[in-house]
Each structure stands twice: as C-alpha cells, then as structure tokens.
C-alpha cells in the first residue's frame, strides 16, 4: 500500500515502508580539479603552467569528450606581498587579473593553463578555476603560486660562455697553423741548405773583393795599346 503527504502543499506518493523526515538538497562535487602547478615558486618575466583535469565518480582520471565545447575560465588575480608592498604602476585597484593561455593535450585528455608572470610582480597569487559554470575541486586555490625576483646570475652567462669557447678555438687554431708553417719552412731549409751554403761562400767573395784593388802591370803598357795589339 502506499500513503499520500505534502511538503508545501504538493502532494506526493510514498512507498508503504518509507519514512520521509527531510528533504535535503546537495550539491554534486564537481568533476574538475587542477592535477599540478598549485604551490610552485616561479621569478616573475617568466611562465607558470597548472593542469586541469577531468575525473568520475571513484575519482580517477578521464579525457574531455569534447574539448572544443568545455566553457574554462580560469583566472589568476594578484594578492601583492606584506603589509609594506608597494603596487607596481597600471595596477588597477590594487589588484591585477589575468587570464590563462589553454591548450589541450591530446595525450592526456588535459588542459594546459599558463600565465606569463609580468616583470616586477612579487608576491602571491589566487587561482580561480570554473569550468562549464561549475568551480573545479579546491577552487579558489590561494597562493597557487609565489613569484619572487629572480636572483642576480653568478657565474659566466650563455652567450659570454660562448665568446670565450670561441677565442679559444681561434687561439688553438692559430697554434696549429704556426706549427704547421714551421715544420714547412724546416723542410725546406734542409732541402736547400747547399744551395744556401753556397751563396754565403759568394757573399764572403764579394765582401772580399771589395776591399781588393786592380793594377795594370807596367810591362805590358796601358789599356789603350793592349787594345790596339789586339
């Protein structure tokens, strides 16, 4: 048999065995949540990525059907840093927001959420992820990230690192071709060096018959007759 009772004056059936008390509305978890990237520290001018993800009912991982057709608005506001912060300039009441770059992974199934960290922003940020009207798991996620000024380099930077590889190679390459000259010019001076022998033996003659002087000898007359004997 069955019985007939009201709640706000609409009348419903009521199985024979069944007691109803209350009637009480939940809200379904939402099937969304960010897999990663919530609590990174990252220097600010550069990029931070989250994940969002899609689970069932026991909490496990699936694919996005469709990614075209899921509605994502995922937002990163900016919280400043300590009670002495000073807002850098442009920032629009105290507080910046910035929406992500999505990418869907075809691998995973996932959604890719990144945001260039602007210059000169240290501090905290809150994430907010809604996803076809409905908040993702844990959503807002406050200080989902720490940007920090990045620190000064300490050691040779990338490009001086390759100058210097570069003056080396040039300096080893210069020794090469010295040496390479050098064995050359040994190889010829061997294969000269009776040639060379000789034109000192010359050069010597000439320096000697430089200091030597030539007299006719008076017997046999002057240039003149010697020519006309001839």
């Known amino acids: 048999s069955a019985s007939t009772s009201t709640n706000g004056g609409t009348p419903f059936f ?10 009480k509305l939940e809200t379904q978890p939402s099937d ?5 990237g919530v609590g990174t520290t990252v220097d600010w ?6 994940t969002l993800i899609k689970r069932d009912s026991c ?3 699936i694919a996005f059907v469709n990614e075209t057709g899921v509605d994502i608005v995922a937002v990163l506001t900016y919280n400043g840093e300590g009670p002495d912060y000073v807002p850098p ?19 995973s199934g996932s959604f890719s959420l990144r945001y260039d960290i602007p210059c000169t922003y240290a501090g905290s940020w809150t994430l907010d992820v809604v996803v076809d009207n409905v908040a993702a798991q844990g959503s807002p ?6 940007s920090k000024e990045p620190e000064p380099p300490t050691g040779i930077p990338t490009w001086g690192l390759a100058l210097l590889i570069s003056i080396i190679v040039l300096i080893v390459i210069g020794l090469i071709y010295a040496i390479i000259r050098l064995k ?13 022998e000789a034109g000192k033996e010359k050069h010597h003659l000439d320096l000697l018959e430089r200091d030597v002087s030539f007299n006719m ?12 004997k001839l």
């Open 14 to 23: 009521l199985s024979a065995n069944v007691d109803v008390h209350n009637l």
């Open 32 to 36: 969304t949540a960010i897999s990663d």
């Open 45 to 50: 001018c550069r990029s931070t990525f989250f």
């Open 59 to 61: 909490q496990r991982q």
């Open 89 to 107: 300039p442009n920032l629009v009441e105290n507080r910046d927001f910035f929406n992500a770059k999505v990418e869907y992974d075809d691998e």
């Open 141 to 146: 996620f406050e200080g989902a990230v720490i």
């Open 184 to 196: 050359r010019y040994r190889k010829k001076l061997r294969e000269n060096k009776e040639d060379i």
């Open 217 to 228: 000898n008076p017997m046999l007359g002057t240039l003149e007759e010697m020519k006309e």
